[in-house]
């Protein structure tokens, strides 16, 4: 849910709070976000251009790479409101050079999964919310997306997808979502058939 998210990015370290925000409304992924750089962030158009991800190798070293397909090469659009977080952030712990990373460790180093888990379940804990990994904050913003009545191809395109799978399951998501809007619906007929019926002659018409 949207609360539980800005309630974990306020629990945050500051300099992670835009970080979790990008994850849940941009849908990125972790090593997408460990990898993003000054130079993709365009505040203007408020977009990110996404070309690059950072691995953390076996002992902890992290490289930097290209996507896993072509399709992981994508431009994504984010709310004006979340642009302006990020500028803020940017301003605060982002270096002016165009190659600086944008979420590093509190010493600058580039961020490691394993360090960065620890702060994220302390967050939650101050949120008072368990069992949510930071993964799933992708997986919330896709769905929110779907409600919006995108396309399986436009889902694919933001979550930089190959196959239509994994789009249409945040779709089947939405349309449970919309079954049980439809049951409730159903439930507020059945309550006006359960009305006693009046009698003919003191039925009036509508605006009477």
Known sequence: ????????????????????????????????????????????????????????????????GAPKSDAGRRIVAIPVELAKILETHLHDYVGTDPSALIFTSPEGHPLRR????????????????????????????ATWAATTGTTVAELMERLGHTTPSVAMRYQHATRDRDRAIADRLGALMRAVDDQPTEDAADVRSIGE
């Not at 960065?116 to 799933?136: E, L, M, T, Y």
């Open 114 to 141: 394993t360090k960065f888990r620890p702060r994220w379940a302390i967050a939650c804990k101050k949120a008072g919310i368990s069992g949510v990994h930071f993964h799933d904050l992708r997986g919330s913003g």
């Open 1 to 64: 849910m949207p609360e539980e998210v800005a309630s974990v990015a306020t629990s945050i370290e500051k300099r992670y709070q835009a970080m979790v925000l990008l994850a849940a409304y941009g849908s990125l992924r972790f090593g997408e976000l460990a990898g993003l750089r000054r130079q993709r962030i365009d505040l203007l158009h408020c977009s990110i251009r996404i070309d690059e991800q950072a691995i953390e190798m076996a002992g902890g070293k992290v490289v930097f």
